[in-house]
């Protein structure tokens, strides 16, 4: 609803940027914990999770994501969600790995799509093998949508009885290959969804704005972070994941939206 409590979701690395990117991008556990804790304090209660090995390079391994969780449980209170995306390429079995630790939430990404000039690759016995890993742990997925088709294809999994809510549903708009970061798109994704599901946009690079006061102006959440963008305006680099979760939280406030903390968020999205 247009008044409830907005979760906001910070993505604090990803997987496709580097050092060279943005300096300040956190890459060690010690830095991505610290950049989470960080988000949290401005008004995020979700964090998506990738993580990077000792070279900086993105990496599914448990070990490291069993260290990172430790260490922002240890900096926070916050609903930890994993990538089970990886980056693109990355195979299967690789994807699913952390998906044992038991994270609250881990991501499904709903179909294949041109990632720039990469392929990411989710052919239906890809997303249905991740499906069950996640719900084997117990764990709310999020359902990753990359282009229109791949509501039609949650909307078809559910008749066929192959996916079951309870699950949240982000948009990831404006990435090269996918639907654009327009708002009259993010209307059209939205009234494919069921009635009172719960949804958040991500959008990408220099829609991420725009999207995020409209989704926020719909009763949708938010999802921002130096994943989906490092620009906090054109041309100027943001200074932290936090100062982009800070201005969410300041625009929110103007449209009477609450910040959801951490156990809203939970009642929300109905995760234990
Ligand atoms: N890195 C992208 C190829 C997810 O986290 O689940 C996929 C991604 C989605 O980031
Ligand atoms: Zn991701």
Not at 22 to 46: C, K, Q
Not at 134 to 145: A, D, G, N, S, T
């Amino acid at each position: 609803m247009a008044n409830d409590p907005l979760i906001i979701t910070c993505a604090v690395t990803g997987a496709e940027l580097s050092k060279t990117d943005h300096p300040d991008l956190p890459v060690t556990p010690d830095e991505i914990a610290l950049s989470a804790a960080h988000a949290v304090e401005a008004g995020a209660s979700i964090i998506h999770l990738h993580v990077r090995d000792e070279k900086g390079m993105p990496t599914q391994r448990k070990d490291v994501f069993a260290s990172v969780t430790r260490k922002i449980r240890k900096a926070c209170n916050c609903i930890i969600q994993y990538s089970t995306g990886g980056a693109a390429g990355t195979p299967l079995q690789d994807r699913i790995a952390p998906v044992s630790l038991k994270p609250d939430m881990a991501t499904l990404s709903m179909g294949t799509v041109n990632f720039g000039a990469d392929i990411f690759e989710n052919s239906e016995n890809t997303i249905l093998s991740v499906y069950k890993e996640i719900r084997k742990y117990e764990c709310m997925p999020e359902l990753e949508i990359f282009d229109v088709g791949m509501i039609d294809t949650v909307n078809r999994f559910l008749v066929k009885g192959l996916l079951a809510e309870p699950f949240h549903v982000n948009f990831v708009m404006g990435v090269p290959g996918g639907i654009a970061g327009e708002a009259k798109r993010l209307l059209m994704l939205k009234d494919i969804l069921k009635p009172g599901q719960t949804w958040t946009v991500s959008g990408i690079g220099k829609c991420q704005l725009n999207l995020a006061t409209h989704a926020m102006a719909l009763g949708g959440h938010v999802r921002v972070g130096f994943e989906d963008n490092i620009y906090y305006r054109k041309g100027e680099l943001a200074v932290s994941n936090a100062q982009f979760v800070e201005r969410i939280a300041r625009i929110a406030k103007e449209l009477d939206r609450n910040i959801a903390t951490v156990k809203d968020t939970r009642n929300i999205l109905g995760i234990q």
